[in-house]
């Protein structure tokens, strides 16, 4: 078997509102980890603390935005099938 078909059986295959969660979930912890370096950043660079703090700040409300599109996605739909 090639090393290309060993990737793609241990990479689950996502549709539809999993696959949103999923990136959604990424995505979050990609924000928080560009969060904490911003944090180490504000200490390590204070000439430049303001323009972190910024940086910060505007990710932290996309991450409350994320946090609240996957509250959006893992709440049961309010239709019923016929």
Same mark, same amino acid.
């Given at each position: ?28 912890? @990609?924000? &928080? ?5 911003c *944090?180490?950043?504000? !200490? ?20 409350? @935005?994320? &946090? ?5 996605? *893992?709440?049961?739909? !309010?239709?019923?099938?016929?």
């Amino acid at each position: 078997m090639s090393d290309a078909n060993v990737l793609f059986d241990t990479i689950p295959v996502r549709f539809g509102r999993s696959a949103a969660v999923a990136a959604v979930e990424q995505r979050l912890c @990609e924000l &928080q980890a560009r969060v904490t370096l911003c *944090n180490e950043l504000m !200490l390590e660079e204070p000439e430049f603390r303001y323009e972190h703090e910024l940086e910060r700040d505007w990710l932290l409300r996309q991450i409350s @935005e994320h &946090q609240f599109d996957l509250c959006r996605l *893992n709440q049961p739909s !309010l239709r019923r099938s016929a």
